[in-house]
């Protein structure tokens, strides 16, 4: 086991020595261009956090890994449907069993924008999540009528035939920095960049530095689950933290320019770009031999991961009032740069 850790120690080591080049020709360009607003201190430290969210050793590479997808799932019937005849039904729907009554059906704001003739309903409804986060809620009536037509398609439709309306419109959401999210129990909501980077930078710190070889392989495992965990998260798409722990060895796959990880989804396996770092440093945690048979990169039972977890998590010092962050946080997609939480407090302390 010594061996793998080492191993496992000098790719952490190469990580920060990589790190520390990039910081230094940033500094020169900045000193060189001192008005170059791109090369600031304060858009360093959110590249720093990117760079550690997704394990990237160049700038290139994060710039590629930190783009969030909008995965395709497979399509079912429904989602093939014509979107305006979705739309005609939902508008004689509210004429005459419509929750909001036929007052709102004249109301100038109660309204989303009306499909082409030709457009299917998957295409119809990833349209109007991109006009949402581009363009907010908008008025109070258009953001209840939007919730009110997902709603006549969720009730109109078997589950198994709507399931890309929970991956695109979950049915608890919001809308928080231009992104949509799904807002479930307290210890999953989103955290930031930045606190998702220093927990990962005190796992890799405790890994590198402790005495103790059971510690460094928790350590190395806790940290290897988080990044799968982000690495999950970019997909948007509904999955388990026991999947995610269980994902095989198998699942890391050779890409054309950056090694591919197959996610475990509620729609299947989904192929997610990762870094070469995180490729070797997955498999060197694959390599340590186990007391037991396994087909898992990590072997560590998920209770002691935790516990790893959250002692990284007193030593990265999040604010006490973000309430709980686990594991689920970061299959949340971690939101944008700053010292803050999406989660209003009042549901925080529940």
Known sequence: MHKHLDMIQCLLDEFEAELSKIRAIWRQIEIDNPSFEQVSEENWQEKHARMWLHG?????DCNELERWLFDAPPLTYTAQMPAIKVYFDWKEWLETKGSFGAYYVDFDKFQIPRPDKEELLIDYVILLARLTEDCGLGHRLEWRALKSFLDFIRESYPVEEIAFIEHIFPKKMDVHFERIIRIIPPEAYPISEKVASEILIELAQICRNHRRLDTR??????????????????????????????????????????????????????????????????????????????????????????????????????????????????????????????????????
């Not at 990237?56 to 290139?60: D, E, I, K, P, R």
């Not at 949340?332 to 549901?347: A, E, M």
């Open 217 to 350: 392989l928790t350590a190395a495992e806790s940290l290897g689950l988080c990044w799968l965990c982000i690495t999950a998260s970019r997909l948007r798409l509904p999955t388990h933290i026991e999947t995610i722990k269980e994902i095989e060895l198998t699942a890391i796959q050779i890409g054309p320019d950056l090694p591919i990880l197959q996610v475990p989804t509620w729609f299947g396996n989904r192929p997610v770009k990762i870094s070469h770092l995180l490729s070797k440093f997955l498999n060197a945690l694959s390599l340590i031999p186990s007391k037991q048979s396994r087909k898992s990169i990590l072997q560590r039972p998920l209770r002691s991961l935790t516990r790893m977890f959250e002692e990284a998590l007193v030593l990265a010092s999040p604010n006490p009032e973000y309430g709980n962050i686990t594991y689920l946080s970061l299959l949340n997609q971690p939101h944008v740069f700053g010292d803050h939480r999406y989660q209003p407090k009042k549901l925080i302390n529940k």
């Open 56 to 60: 990237a050793t160049s700038v290139q």
